[in-house]
């Protein structure tokens, strides 16, 4: 049974619909994109925030109430998850990070979070994996808490609270050593404050571990050295494996991932100056890759490289190396910007920048659908459109899966069953 277009518009452009909404929702889009392949002549059902049926349009009937959405000339695609975020970051060239960890409040930088959040989440994506408060303590804590109440709006975070580094290792770092500063992680040593740093931050609410496995503090400074030993390494992820948390590492140096993947990580974020013979280890050891192509691209505008017009820097250079390299031996690479360091919502980018590295269309929407979800493991409730699974949705216009930028046109946006966009 159909019901009017007036109701239908009263229901789809409300931000929040009651979740005692009955009415399902049939959604007919050009094409699904389902996690892992795109079906021409699909369609999806909705009832309140679960994906209900998918399939052939002759072959998904509706019973009850229900209301259609006309999608033509879009693509449906599970809600996107961005894998390394920083919403209380922005980017560097509106203020160094220095500064922002320094003279910004804790204050100013939740209100900042709270926009970053709704940019985020209008732009597409649904979830993040939020990889450190970068000296704002458990604020992100308190961001996840008020969106998932609905007090703002906002993606589903899955947080990493404050980072682990080794004492000294990082920043903001000053030559006058009497001044106390704020660090933009937790510092801790040796078995014992490891134990007790890692249960700490998930006493807090973390739901992730983050450890900086090395950092520029050898003597050259401009250039990361390993900071944790591979058995203090070994001491987090088992403290935190034994609570069900997975273990994330920052990691560019061969040796600081070779600690890392051995120690038991999840996912190595950057692994700028990755080898042959580190991939060999990450394929033997199920360990996956973030890239963040974005952030070596961004901080090199930042710093007067001009796309088109001047010579690749060697940072840039390093990083296609690498990833080129990940792809040609089968690395699982989940997708991340490392976003803050450049926009919230342009999240976009680091997509266009994997096909632009050698990645084909359909193999970046997997990564920023199925593969993140299950790498992170949360494939049991999003990253797919699938019935049982959280219905969290996007549509744009175009194909993505032809052309990558066309994930930048966002029709619709829908996260629990809750519509937050449709244009």
């Known amino acids: ?47 309140k925030d679960r994906i209900i049926a998918v ?66 989440l209008l732009a597409g994506f649904t979830t993040v994996r939020d990889l450190g408060t970068e000296g704002a303590d458990y604020d992100d804590v308190g961001l996840k808490s008020a969106i998932e ?12 609270t404050k980072a682990i580094v080794a004492t000294g290792s990082y920043g903001p770092k000053m030559k006058n050593l009497d001044h106390q500063l704020i660090r933009g992680a937790a510092e801790a040593d040796g078995v014992d404050a490891l134990i007790k740093e890692t249960r700490a931050q998930i006493g807090n609410g973390a739901d992730l571990i983050k450890v900086y496995a090395d950092y520029r503090w050898g003597l050259d400074p401009k250039r990361s050295e390993p900071t944790f030993t591979l058995d203090e390494l070994k001491t987090v992820v088992g403290v935190a494996g034994s609570s069900g948390r997975k273990v994330v590492a920052h990691a560019s140096t061969e040796e600081g991932m070779r600690r890392s993947i051995l120690a038991g990580i999840s996912t190595i974020e950057h692994g700028d100056n990755a080898t042959e013979a580190i991939f060999d280890l990450m394929l033997q050891h199920k360990v996956a890759y973030c890239a963040t192509l974005s952030a070596a691209e961004a901080t090199s505008e930042y710093d007067g490289w001009k796309r088109g017009s001047l010579p690749e820097p060697k940072r840039i ?37 994997m096909v632009a590295y050698g990645m084909q ?15 992170f493991g949360y494939g049991s409730s999003i990253g797919r459109i699938k019935p049982g699974l959280l219905a969290d949705l996007v549509a744009v216009n175009g194909d993505p899966s032809v052309q990558i930028s066309d994930i930048r046109k966002t029709a619709l946006v829908m996260k629990n069953g809750k519509i937050y966009l449709n244009q």
């Open 55 to 120: 399939g052939d349009a002759s072959t998904v009937k509706p019973e009850g109430v229900f209301t259609s959405l006309n999608l033509k000339g879009k693509t449906l695609l599970p809600g996107l998850i961005e894998g390394h975020s920083h919403l209380l970051l922005h980017p560097y060239n509106e203020t160094k990070w220095d500064e922002q960890v320094l003279n910004e409040s804790r204050a100013e930088r939740t209100a900042r979070a709270v926009v970053h959040a709704n940019k985020t």
């Open 149 to 160: 109440k609905g007090i703002i709006p906002g993606p589903r975070m899955i947080i990493a």
């Open 361 to 375: 269309p359909i193999k970046v929407l997997q990564s920023a659908t199925s593969v993140n979800a299950d790498v």
């Open 317 to 353: 250079a390093t990083k296609r190396k690498a990833f080129q390299m990940a792809l040609q031996k089968g690395v699982t690479i989940v997708f991340g910007g490392d976003v803050g360091v450049y926009p919230h919502g342009d999240n976009a980018r680091e997509m266009e920048a």
């Open 1 to 47: 049974m159909r019901i009017s277009a007036a109701l239908l518009l009263f229901c789809l452009f409300r931000t929040f619909c009651a979740d005692a909404q009955d009415t399902a929702l049939l959604l007919k889009p050009d094409r699904v994109f389902d996690g892992e392949l795109m079906h021409n002549n699909w369609v999806v059902l909705v009832k």
